[in-house]
């Protein structure tokens, strides 16, 4: 499975930008699909999740530092996952990684947990800076 994130770049503080995430065209509905990110130096941090397969309440999961300001949502064909980020922050700079979970209706426990997930995309840079 090959799984690929687009849509970094450069944005200035207090700017948006939506990460993109697919896996070689497959459906992901009923998957967890989590985003982690990574500065140089530190371990990689995971950001959000989202599980179609766990009840309303528990399909998204977020880190302290993205609730709030980020959402992640799939589109209707289920092939594409996004992370919209919103507010942005320098400290929001880092490399994003969309990373998939190859076991069906997992759900999203334990989602900050890096060896949960099977398949990692290459990862994005995000740069948030004036």
């Known amino acids: 499975l090959h799984v690929a994130e687009s849509g970094g770049g450069l944005v200035q503080p207090g700017g948006s930008l939506t990460l993109s995430c697919s896996a070689s065209g497959r459906n992901l509905g009923g998957y967890a699909i989590a985003w982690f990110r990574q500065v140089p130096g ?7 999740c ?3 397969s766990v009840l309303k309440d528990g399909r998204t999961v977020y880190s302290e530092s993205a609730a709030g300001r980020f959402a992640t949502s799939i589109d209707n064909a289920k092939s594409t996952v996004y992370l919209q ?3 942005l922050k320098p400290e929001d700079t880092a490399v994003y990684y969309c990373a ?3 076991i069906f209706g997992a759900g999203c426990a334990e989602y900050t947990t890096y060896d949960k997930f099977d398949y990692w995309g290459q990862g994005t840079q995000v740069t948030v800076a004036s």
């Not at 530190?42 to 959000?48: A, H, T």
């Open 100 to 102: 998939v979970d190859a």
């Open 85 to 87: 980020m919103n507010t």
């Open 50 to 52: 989202l599980a179609e």
């Open 42 to 48: 530190k371990e990689r941090e995971g950001v959000s």
